[in-house]
């Protein structure tokens, strides 16, 4: 395996932007679902968006690949979200067939999310084989919760041995500084796995996210703390 990559999802803001391109994020994530604390309007995403592609050429670090999350979202909220995204992450009911549509008709790379409590939940991954570009393999929500992902739960990450398909995957849910390096441990002997997803884990209050831990996060995860 060559290094994780990182993405660093829930940014709202350019300072957040520039902190995580900086520090050397992979992928950078705008949450565009209404009900999240890190919602972002799209043209304020695309601003964000502007000013970092500027920055990245004056001082040369490498532009993150650029994910739009989403949540059983329409082809109207799609056709709104940012025209330089790279990549649309889907958190919701969205079928094999949906996502291989819609990541050919926005010419973007598919990412679904997939929720996993335990071994069997790993195995619906194999609906996507051919039709997603990864797989997102992240906590199931807590009981009642109002939105599909992001409440910084983790889940028992020996559940993804039995995954055996070709798409390559992520590993996400209740991540941070702390525990990340035992996460990439965790996997880095399985062939398919690229890397780790975070939002809560570095944030000092749901939404607000801390320069100091995404590189702290980003420095662990690449195995350099
Ligand atoms: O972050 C959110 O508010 C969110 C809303 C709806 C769907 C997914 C969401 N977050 C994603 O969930 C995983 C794990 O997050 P955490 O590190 O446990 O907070 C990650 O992909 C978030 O981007």
Same mark, same amino acid.
């Given at each position: 395996?060559?290094?994780?990559?990182?993405?660093?999802?829930?940014?709202?803001?350019?300072?957040?932007?520039?902190?995580?391109?900086?520090?050397?994020?992979?992928?950078?994530?705008?949450?565009?679902?209404?009900?999240?604390?890190?919602?972002?309007?799209?043209?304020?995403?695309?601003?964000?968006?502007?000013?970092?592609?500027?920055?990245?050429?004056?001082?040369?670090?490498?532009?993150?690949?650029?994910?739009?999350?989403?949540?059983?979202?329409?082809?109207?909220?799609?056709?709104?979200?940012?025209?330089?995204?790279?990549?649309?992450?889907?958190?919701?009911?969205?079928?094999?067939?949906?996502?291989?549509?819609?990541?050919?008709?926005?010419?973007?790379?598919?990412?679904?999310? $997939?929720? #996993?409590? /335990?071994?069997?939940? !790993?195995?619906? &991954?194999?609906?996507?084989?051919? %039709?997603?570009? =990864?797989?997102? *393999?992240?906590?199931?929500?807590?009981?009642?919760?109002?939105?599909?992902?992001?409440?910084?739960?983790?889940?028992?990450?020996?559940?993804?041995?039995?995954?055996?398909?070709?798409?390559?995957?992520?590993?996400?849910?209740?991540?941070?500084?702390?525990?990340?390096?035992?996460?990439?441990?965790?996997?880095?002997?399985?062939?398919?796995? $690229?890397? #780790?997803? /975070?939002?809560?884990? !570095?944030?000092? &209050?749901?939404?607000?996210?801390? %320069?100091?831990? =995404?590189?702290? *996060?980003?420095?662990?995860?690449?195995?350099?703390?």
């Amino acid at each position: 395996m060559s290094g994780p990559q990182v993405k660093i999802c829930g940014v709202k803001d350019i300072d957040t932007a520039l902190a995580a391109a900086r520090a050397g994020a992979d992928f950078l994530g705008f949450v565009f679902f209404r009900k999240s604390p890190r919602f972002i309007l799209p043209e304020k995403a695309e601003e964000v968006i502007l000013d970092l592609k500027e920055a990245s050429f004056e001082e040369g670090f490498a532009l993150p690949k650029l994910v739009g999350l989403f949540v059983d979202a329409g082809e109207k909220e799609l056709s709104e979200a940012p025209t330089l995204l790279t990549h649309f992450q889907f958190h919701g009911h969205e079928s094999p067939e949906r996502c291989k549509e819609l990541g050919d008709e926005f010419a973007v790379e598919i990412i679904k999310a $997939l929720p #996993v409590s /335990v071994a069997d939940d !790993v195995l619906k &991954a194999g609906a996507f084989e051919g %039709a997603t570009d =990864i797989i997102l *393999f992240d906590a199931k929500p807590p009981p009642g919760a109002g939105r599909p992902g992001g409440h910084g739960v983790s889940f028992d990450w020996t559940a993804i041995s039995s995954y055996t398909g070709e798409t390559p995957f992520m590993l996400a849910g209740g991540l941070s500084p702390d525990n990340v390096a035992d996460a990439v441990a965790s996997q880095k002997d399985h062939s398919g796995f $690229l890397g #780790v997803d /975070v939002s809560s884990g !570095v944030e000092t &209050a749901p939404g607000n996210k801390s %320069a100091d831990l =995404i590189a702290s *996060f980003i420095s662990a995860a690449k195995g350099s703390k």
